[in-house]
């Protein structure tokens, strides 16, 4: 008896084609069951159904010309290559060989006519191919085929698996699906009651079928842009498995619990005396914020959103207390040693004089020190202690850790938020986690992103503040900008001068600070001049931020490793070069590190001509506003979510349709009934997130 024909249930070795060894590939893609393979989407197209004049070709775009050889030569530059030079009625293009026998030079003579597919680019001469797909079209020994009448998918790979064998798999998959019964289902039925997106949303099997075969008469830039309506039901589907997924970890974690902790009065004033200034409003709201949290018998998860300057190691320090006075213990996370030491020494100001211990764990602790401090953690003593991610590593372990706080880390991951709440798990206990960053995320974004996470937002600065101001000038002011900065530390105020990264190096970027520190000393002999940069030990780094912290040193050359966190309110002058070079945030993260203070301060972004259309729009940007919602709105506009929330480490990277600039609308209806399927229909949310969560697996790992 015949096997009965495969279900979507089945394994992908069912299908035709697919041995033990094609179905390990696939294994590796996370891909086991026929239907995972269907959800294995095409990345994106190649387009081959069409000629392109050769005038009307563009960089970094994959295409079809047709032309005649002009001249065909072998170059003997750095690299030896084969050049032919090809023309239509419209224009003429580059093709470049690297690897060519004699017969293939031969074959490519001045006079026939080509057909090729490749993506151009920019090459030194002209537009060119790199190593096309050729195909001669006349003569003898033509081997042209006729044009494609439909695009072809393309599809994430691994090594020893084809495009053309991932698309017979895929082909075989769409047979199966289009066996089974078509009807819609409970999910298509929800998903075509809530969103009215101005068309019907097909079925999600004929989504799929689309998705992965477009047919001819596909309005292809509709589907390149993703606005074809199957492209939209996908989309919509995977945003509610993703949202459905975020937010079922955090009833998960809400299952657990955590030691109920309340605000202690007398420890709470004095950490206020110590402090020296007053809470301003948003602080003594979130403080509440927090507070609210805290006392209840469940894990806090929240995350804590606060522009450059707003005060947030304060909040931190409040919220500490809690657990503190609780007897417990309490680790503050910071990305960099640099900031680690800061911490350290803000905490250690703030909460020696209330007899409370901060312990400063960096990776430049000897050995010996390291055990004696992993030794203290041990101890079931109210401890405050700031380090590095190495704070979680598998060899610490915690007498009675009660709060975590993570500082600076909007691109922190959901998988690495998990894991942290298992530190210093007793039984189903869990400590609160407060998770700070400085790089504001708009409304809708951030409940996409941290749909696990409760949000507050210190939306004020300190009183007393004064917007930094900020000037874009051409590098040949540099030598005002020198003047300036003599005048400035003259007077007692303090500078910064940052050289961003510009080479894939560390070692020349280090370098290059180098340069600029000794030719500053130099143009600069008054003043004392310290330099900062990442490979140096992290001993000397410390140093040299501790007396420019102190005020003996005037001007502060640093590469980008400033970015986060640092604070000295004395210092109220930075110039940044090459700020061309920046994105958005980074800039704004990096200006953030002046004007905390009372003085007027001012920042000078020095930029090399000429510029981009987009770095103008930036440096405009930073020079109109302060704002850090404002800015990182427009970074959104300018980069896209991904770039701006980090995307791999959020885990929003696994997207494999949606995008979350092209589909913010739907987000807030996602939302909505991510919501009412868990209370109404968990069964379904379950299988959403089953669906699309299969190709998790190797990314879970990163
Ligand atoms: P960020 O939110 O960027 O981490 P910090 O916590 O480093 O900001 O605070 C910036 C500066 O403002 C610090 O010098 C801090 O002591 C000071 N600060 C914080 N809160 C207040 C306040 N309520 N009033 C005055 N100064 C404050
Ligand atoms: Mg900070």
Redesign the pocket.
């Known amino acids: 008896m015949p096997a009965p024909a495969p279900t979507l249930d089945d394994e992908v070795a069912r299908l035709p084609g697919a041995g033990p060894r094609i179905a390990e590939s696939l294994a590796r893609l996370g891909i086991r069951t026929i239907r995972e393979l269907l959800f294995h989407l095409p990345s994106r197209y190649q387009d081959r159904t069409r000629l392109t004049a050769i005038a009307g070709v563009r960089p970094q775009v994959e295409v079809v010309v047709e032309g005649v050889i002009q001249t065909t030569q072998i170059h003997f530059g750095k690299r030896r290559a084969l050049i032919c030079r090809i023309a239509d009625d419209s224009g003429f293009l580059g093709l470049r060989f690297f690897y060519f026998n004699r017969s293939q030079q031969l074959r490519l003579e001045a006079g026939r006519r080509v057909r090729c597919f490749g993506e151009v680019r920019r090459g030194p001469q002209m537009l060119e191919m790199v190593h096309p797909e050729v195909q001669l079209v006349d003569g003898e020994d033509a081997y042209s085929s006729p044009l494609d009448t439909a695009l072809t998918p393309i599809y994430p790979t691994t090594e020893g698996l084809h495009q053309a064998r991932l698309r017979k798999l895929t082909g075989a998959a769409l047979d199966v699906l289009a066996r089974e019964d078509g009807q819609a289902d409970a999910i298509d039925a929800l998903i075509a009651r809530h969103f009215h997106v101005g068309y019907t949303l097909p079925t999600l099997a004929a989504a799929l079928s689309y998705v992965h075969r477009p047919p001819p008469d596909v309005d292809v830039d509709e589907l390149w842009q993703g606005h074809h309506p199957a492209q939209q039901r996908l989309a919509v589907e995977e945003l509610l498995a993703h949202q459905l997924t975020l937010r079922q970890i955090r009833l998960r974690a809400r299952r657990l619990s955590a030691a109920a902790l309340k605000p202690p009065r007398s420890l709470r004033a004095g950490l206020l005396r110590e402090?020296g200034?007053?809470?301003?409003g948003a602080?003594q709201r979130v403080v509440r914020e927090i507070d609210a949290d805290l006392a209840r018998p469940l894990p806090m998860l929240r995350l804590l959103q606060?522009?450059?300057?707003?005060?947030?190691?304060?909040?931190?320090a409040m919220a500490a207390t809690n657990a503190l006075a609780a007897g417990q213990q309490v680790a503050l996370m910071a990305p960099t040693e640099l900031l680690v030491e800061q911490h350290g020494r803000?905490l250690s100001r703030w909460f020696a004089p209330l007899s409370i211990d901060v312990l400063v764990v960096t990776g430049k602790l000897a050995a010996a020190a390291k055990r004696s401090a992993r030794a203290l953690l041990g101890e079931a003593v109210p401890r405050l202690v700031v380090g590095t991610h190495a704070l979680f590593q598998n060899d610490v372990t915690y007498a009675n850790l009660g709060l975590v706080i993570v500082?600076?880390q909007h691109r922190f991951g959901v998988n690495q938020r998990l894991a942290l709440l298992d530190k210093g798990a007793v039984g189903e206990q869990r400590p609160h986690q407060l998770i700070?960053t400085?790089t504001p995320i708009p409304r809708t974004l951030a409940m996409t992103a941290y749909a696990d996470l409760d949000v507050s937002i210190?939306d004020e600065l300190?009183?007393?503040r004064q917007p930094v101001r900020t000037s874009v000038l051409p590098e040949a002011r540099r030598e005002d900008i020198v003047a300036r900065i003599h005048d400035a530390c003259t007077a007692g105020r303090q500078a910064y001068w940052v050289c961003p990264l510009i080479e894939e190096s560390e070692h020349l970027d280090s370098q290059a600070a180098t340069d600029t520190a000794a030719a500053l000393a130099a143009a600069l002999p008054t003043i004392k001049v310290g330099l900062i940069h990442g490979r140096m030990h992290e001993r000397e780094k410390d140093l040299t931020m501790q007396q420019f912290a102190r005020g003996q040193i005037g001007l502060l050359v640093a590469t980008t490793v400033i970015e986060v966190?640092v604070?000295v309110?004395n210092a109220s002058l930075m110039v940044i070069e090459n700020a061309e070079r920046l994105g958005l945030s980074q800039l704004h993260q990096l200006r953030?590190r002046v004007g905390?203070?009372r003085e007027q301060s001012d920042c000078v972004l020095l930029y090399k001509s000429p510029l981009s259309e987009t770095a103008r729009h930036r440096l405009q940007t930073m020079r109109e506003t302060n704002d850090g919602f404002v800015i990182a709105e427009r970074d959104l506009e300018l980069r896209g979510p991904g770039e701006v929330l980090g995307t791999r480490q959020t885990g929003l990277a696994e997207f494999k349709i949606a995008n979350l600039t092209r589909d913010r609308r739907l987000l807030p209806t996602v939302q909505q009934v991510a919501d009412s399927l868990l209370e109404e229909a968990p069964a379904l949310a379950e299988r959403l997130i089953e669906r699309w969560t299969v190709h998790r697996v190797e990314y879970a790992k990163v």
Do not use: I
């Not at 200034?277 to 301003?280: E, G, M, Y």
């Not at 606060?306 to 931190?316: C, H, I, L």
């Open positions: 402090f200034f007053k809470l301003t602080q606060g522009d450059v300057g707003a005060g947030k190691t304060a909040v931190a803000t500082d600076e700070m400085a210190l300190p009183p007393n966190g604070d309110p953030g905390r203070g």
